[in-house]
């Protein structure tokens, strides 16, 4: 019960502080991946946790809600790395809804665990994020807006799994001569 606490706190202030350094707007896409496996010590795949699962969703939507961004929780290659996001976030950017109900062992269970947390859950197939964390190295990377850039924060880990965390940015586009916006970088 103890770690549990503990990962939720972790997954929120780690959560909480991408969120920040990527700048994120109220109304932007925040996609997770999260191996349970990989945060108790064990291989991706292998040791779906229900129960972790339940912990580090809850830190993480606490940190989203707060700041008003849209939670996508992306489902293990079972189900081809779909994502679970609330029905609101799918029509504002124009996704197409898929039929399916991530399960523990298809899906994972942290896709699992957003599908029955969320209000009006919905699945969808592709999503273009401003930002996003990888707990466990479950390859965020084709769910993020063109430019993707490392940030480090001050968590390596959740639990056990290796953490990386990513924002976007506009391309820089007309060579040399070219000026950009600050604030875009």
């Known amino acids: 019960m103890e770690r549990l606490e503990e990962l939720e706190q972790e997954s929120y202030a780690a959560a909480g502080e991408i969120m920040d350094k990527a700048k994120l707007k109220p109304g932007q896409l925040f996609v997770v991946g999260c191996s349970t496996s990989e945060i108790i010590g064990e291989r991706i795949g292998t040791t779906s946790s229900p129960q972790t699962a339940k912990a580090v969703f809850a830190g993480i939507y606490r940190a989203a809600r707060e700041r008003k961004v849209y939670l996508a929780a ?22 197409e809804e898929v039929n399916v109900v991530p399960q523990p062992k298809a899906g994972g269970s942290f896709a699992t665990q957003a599908y029955h947390s ?32 490392p940030v480090r924060i001050g968590y390596k880990q959740i639990g056990e799994a290796h953490l990386v965390c990513a924002r976007t940015r506009a391309k820089f586009i007309g060579g040399s001569r070219a000026v950009y916006e600050e604030e875009k970088q």
């Open 74 to 95: 992306q489902c293990c290659e079972h189900l081809n790395r779909a994502l679970v996001l609330e029905s609101e976030a799918a029509e504002k950017y124009g996704y």
């Open 118 to 149: 969320f209000l009006q859950p919905v699945v969808v197939e592709h999503i273009n994020a401003h930002a996003g964390m990888d707990i466990g190295d479950t390859l965020i990377g084709m769910h993020l807006r063109d430019v993707a850039v």
